[in-house]
């Protein structure tokens, strides 16, 4: 979990609890509307002044996380985007996409790698399954599957059916019988995950709904 994901996600966290309360105490406060009691949980629980305070630092923290490359383009290492931080058509729709990340980690506890750390820990690990031992060659394709899990999930995420994706011991089983050419471990992978065929088509590694 990188550290930019616990931030982000922690004033998320800090947006909900204002929200819940809101919803929860509004028969303790009869007279106010339900933007002033999201004023009060602000004040009350994180020492802001207004609730519009928290949503504008969560909003700031989120455009901090984008690593800006020379030529001006933006790439999120937590949600994957790639936009124009210059256009604000393109900053909004990763301040949407970025807090469905910090929703499906505040659920779960989880946070799918990156691209970058996916395609790195794969290709080591495809280079890795060529004359080893069993066991090891196990351990390399998990790796793999570990990758294009949270590369599903990603996508899942990002599509706002993230907390619907199956989790990874059910994934696995929907694609390690589809694997082509079949490993030497395969019985021992379908032992170890059992087999769902079908369910994610022959060839493809995204789940969806």
């Known amino acids: 979990m990188s550290s930019n ?20 105490e509004k028969n303790d406060f009869p007279t106010l509307k339900y933007s002033q009691i999201l004023d009060v949980a602000a004040e009350q629980f994180f020492g802001y002044k207004k609730f519009h305070l928290i949503k504008a630092e969560y909003r700031k923290k989120i455009d901090g996380a984008a690593l800006v490359s020379e030529s001006g383009t933006a790439k999120c290492p937590i949600c994957d985007l790639t936009f124009s931080p210059q256009d604000q058509s393109d900053v909004s729709e990763h301040r ?9 980690y505040l659920a779960t506890s989880y946070a799918p790698a990156g691209y970058a750390e996916r395609e790195s820990l794969k290709a080591n690990a495809h280079k890795l399954l060529k004359n080893e031992d069993t066991d090891t060659e196990i351990a390399h394709w998990e790796i793999i599957f570990r990758s294009w899990f949270d590369r599903s999930l990603s996508s899942a995420i990002r599509g706002g059916f993230g907390l619907k994706h199956p989790e990874y011991q ?40």
Not at 96 to 104: A, C, G, L, M, T
Not at 175 to 190: E, F, Q, T, Y
Not at 199 to 209: E, L, M, R
């Open 5 to 24: 994901t616990v931030s982000t996600a922690e004033f998320f966290s800090r947006v909900l609890t204002c929200k819940e309360f809101a919803r929860n």
């Open 96 to 104: 949407k996409i970025h807090e469905r990340f910090d929703k499906y």
């Open 170 to 209: 059910e994934y696995c089983s929907m694609v390690v019988s589809d694997l082509s050419p079949k490993p030497a471990c395969i019985n021992r992978l379908i032992e170890k995950f059992g087999t769902q065929p079908g369910v994610i088509p022959a060839g493809q590694t995204f789940w969806s709904p």
